[in-house]
């Protein structure tokens, strides 16, 4: 909106070197908003602050922008915005015509992005640390798709490698009819631990099961037919996790290790043959520039084991690989832990070394952190091992009922039911995503629950807030129509919502009160905020926007009477609280929260 403006007169006043310099928008108590991008350049520039305010305030062009533009104090730039120029940006938002666009804005430029995110284990429970990765990959898939990129969800499952011959072995002992073969979908953590137990306290079992690690390398039918059954009973556990979580991933989103296992050997063999990998210690690595051990020798990525089997960097550089040549990516985004980090950009060297990552893909760690406890460890049970991811889920919606319950006794039970489940999850998204990805948080239900703060249910509430008011609205409207004839009892008009779509088609959105002027304004911002979202990666930033956009509502309706105001100043005002609405709703569901009809 006026950012690109500032930056076009900052490289007027100081050159092209200057055009991408931060504008530095605040909010003012003097004006609309405050330009501070003078303070950072007075030095670069060698004016003093003021001065090279005065300079760019020359350079500006906002003709039918702002009605007035001054400088303060030391050389903070001052700009109050035109009203009607506010009024028709409000309205062509509001435009239902334009609802479906992307907001990516036209100075952005498509991409093809490649986002690998959740990647839980076949035969292993998702814990609460899949939570994150999960949660904050969709919700960036979900952004990047709404800015008109081309998004392409990969869920690197751990579905190969030597752990399986155990697990292949033991299904075939206990048959696949069997109750403990059913805990591969119900408790996947038990199947997993009774194999382990088989192999390490029973020698004969041990044998067998690194004989069928054998027998799977080799693609033998029968032990590929069980492990293919054993991925199937897997993906059912995910999905069911997917489901409750509102998580985009499907079946066919899934590239697993397994899918990269054919092309490893050749891999291995193109890095040695070019001289970009060499056997140290009896294991073939490569040395990435730029990595040193603590000894100040470079430091190896392993490739292939001494014992010939290939690890995590192996099948992570064909992925690489696979993405840029068979998916054509311009972006590859890898959502998954901080303590990856040195594993990834070694990886992600090794790839441009070997040319396999052209320089002009981007390849990101979005590093995600830990989920903590109250003691401020990393969040795990009583008995010591991490929390199970369903079981969190299932308690975040369970101490929601009891509020819904408490607080709605008016809604049916399946209505209670409902509104429970969004609120519940909603909850535990928000709070994992109203933070920076990178940083620690504290797990805690009270606080997310909470119908205060920067939480979900919070933002939640605003929405349902403005249906009630719509709702109530249409309500009036329809009364309104029976009782002048204009539409007769006898069932000719559809439903109320038809009513009141009528009463509120084709009002515009006036902004005069101060409270309507701070809202609109922060409405404006929506598409910079997605755009933003989408270039740091950052989701929290929309959770942000959200928050304050439910305050600002929540001011707005305090201060502007809405459904007793005169006819004209009413439908104005009902077309800015279905603006909002539409943002709240459209900018949750980014989040991939949903939102609920009451709370």
């Known amino acids: 909106m006026v950012v690109p403006r500032v930056q076009a007169a900052i490289a007027q006043a100081f050159g092209e070197e200057f055009r991408d310099t931060d504008p530095v928008v605040r909010p003012s108590q003097f004006a609309d908003i405050q330009i501070n ?18 300079r760019i305030v020359e350079a500006l062009e906002l003709d039918g922008l702002c009605t007035a533009v001054e400088i303060s104090g030391p050389g903070f730039i001052n700009l109050t915005f035109d009203g009607t120029w506010i009024e028709e940006l409000l309205n062509a938002q509001a435009d239902p015509t334009r609802a479906s666009q992307p907001q990516g804005g036209p100075e952005t430029q498509a991409r093809r992005v490649v986002v690998d995110y959740s990647s839980p284990n076949v035969a292993k429970e998702m814990h609460v640390g899949h939570l994150r990765t999960t949660v904050v990959g969709d919700s960036l898939v979900r952004v990047l798709e709404a800015l008109g990129h081309t998004v392409m969800r990969q869920n690197h499952i751990g579905d190969w490698g030597t752990p399986f011959g155990m697990l292949i072995e033991h299904w075939l002992e206990i048959g696949e009819d069997s109750p403990e073969a059913a805990l591969l979908v119900e408790d996947p953590s038990a199947f997993y631990q009774a194999a382990r137990a088989k192999f390490d306290g029973d020698a004969d079992f041990a044998t067998r ?37 509102g998580v985009s991933l499907e079946d066919e989103h899934i590239a697993g290790e397994s899918s990269y296992d054919p092309h490893l050997a050749q891999l291995c063999q193109e890095l040695e043959e070019r001289g970009l990998a060499r056997v140290s210690e009896g294991a073939l690595c490569t040395f990435p520039a730029g990595f040193t051990g ?3 020798e470079p430091l190896p990525l392993i490739i292939r084991k001494s014992d010939g089997g290939y690890g995590y960097a192996t099948t992570d550089l064909a992925t690489i690989r696979y993405r840029v040549q068979e998916l054509h990516a ?71 009922r009891a509020v819904v319950d ?18 519940g999850i909603g909850a ?80 515009s959105i006036a902004v005069v009160e101060p409270a309507e002027r701070a809202l609109a304004l922060h409405l404006l911002e929506y598409g910079a905020t997605l755009r933003r979202v989408g270039e740091l990666l950052e989701p929290h930033r929309l959770c942000a926007f959200l928050f304050e956009l439910s305050q ?48």
Not at 209 to 235: G, I, N, Y
């Open 428 to 507: 535990v998204k928000y709070a994992d995503l109203s933070v920076g990805h990178d940083t620690e948080y504290v797990f805690d239900f009270d606080r997310m629950l909470a119908l205060s703060g920067n939480t979900g249910p919070y933002v939640q509430y605003a929405a349902a807030r403005i249906r009630s008011i719509l709702r109530k609205a249409e309500e009036a409207a329809t009364a309104s129509a029976f009782e002048s004839g204009e539409v007769a009892d006898s069932g000719e008009v559809a439903d109320s919502g038809d009513v009141a779509g009528e009463s509120t088609a084709g009002a």
């Open 294 to 296: 603590r000894d100040g």
């Open 406 to 423: 408490a607080s709605r006794p008016d809604l049916s039970e399946d209505e209670r039911a409902v509104t429970a489940r969004q609120v």
């Open 37 to 54: 991008a003078a303070m950072a350049l007075a030095k670069k520039v060698g004016l003093p602050p003021r001065e090279a305010a005065g």
């Open 552 to 599: 600002l509502f929540t001011s707005f309706y305090d201060q502007c009477p809405v459904l007793k105001a005169d006819e004209s100043v009413r439908q104005s005002r009902l077309a800015l609280c279905a603006l909002v609405l539409h943002r709240l709703s459209e900018g949750l569901d980014l989040l991939g929260i949903e939102t609920p009809e009451n709370m």
């Open 209 to 245: 099961a690194r004989l069928r690690v054998v027998s799977l390398q080799s693609a033998h039918e029968e032990t590929l037919e069980v492990w293919r059954r054993l991925v199937d009973h897997s993906k059912v556990y995910f999905n069911a996790i997917y489901a409750t979580l």
């Open 330 to 400: 311009d972006r590859i985004l890898y959502v998954v832990g901080a303590p990856q980090n040195v594993h990834l950009r070694m990886v992600i060297e090794s790839a441009r070394e070997a040319g396999w990552l052209p320089d002009t893909v981007e390849a990101t760690h979005v590093q995600i952190g830990n989920v903590l406890g109250e003691d401020g460890k990393i969040l795990k049970s009583r008995s010591g091992t991490p929390v199970k991811l369903m079981a969190l889920l299932d308690e975040a919606v369970d101490r929601a």
